[in-house]
């Protein structure tokens, strides 16, 4: 069983900064893809950034250039630097791994808990 655990959530004032890490355990040996998402109330979950496990990043329109996402595959660690927030960027953040490999073979997709991200202006 992969767990997937985030921190670093908080509220900030409008052009702030945070750091969200999440950490993934189990018995993992590597994960493809890993990536954050948010979700406001109402809306449905978007990406926001992802990462491979080579450390290719891909991001949202909406965040290029303010955000920064980075992996520690020792650690199956994933971190999200987000400057100049916005209140726009309020929201849930989830992470989430994809196609993980564990001692049992390639296993599916797994979510974290998601912690709650408030930018106020």
């Known amino acids: 069983q992969v767990q997937l655990v985030e921190s670093g959530g908080g509220l900030v004032q409008a052009g702030g900064s945070l750091r969200l890490s999440c950490a993934a355990s189990g018995r993992i040996l590597t994960i493809a893809i890993m990536g954050w998402y948010r979700q406001v109330p109402g809306k449905q979950r978007e990406l926001v950034a992802s990462?491979?496990?080579?450390?290719?990043?891909n991001y949202a329109e909406s965040v290029r250039g303010r955000f920064t996402m980075s992996r520690d595959n020792a650690k199956n660690t994933v971190y999200l630097q987000m400057n100049s927030l916005k209140p726009d960027d309020t929201a849930v953040y989830y992470c989430n791994a994809d196609r993980v490999l564990t001692s049992k073979g390639w296993d599916g997709n797994y979510w974290g808990q998601g912690t709650q991200v408030t930018v106020s202006s």
């Open positions: 990462i491979t496990s080579g450390g290719r990043a």
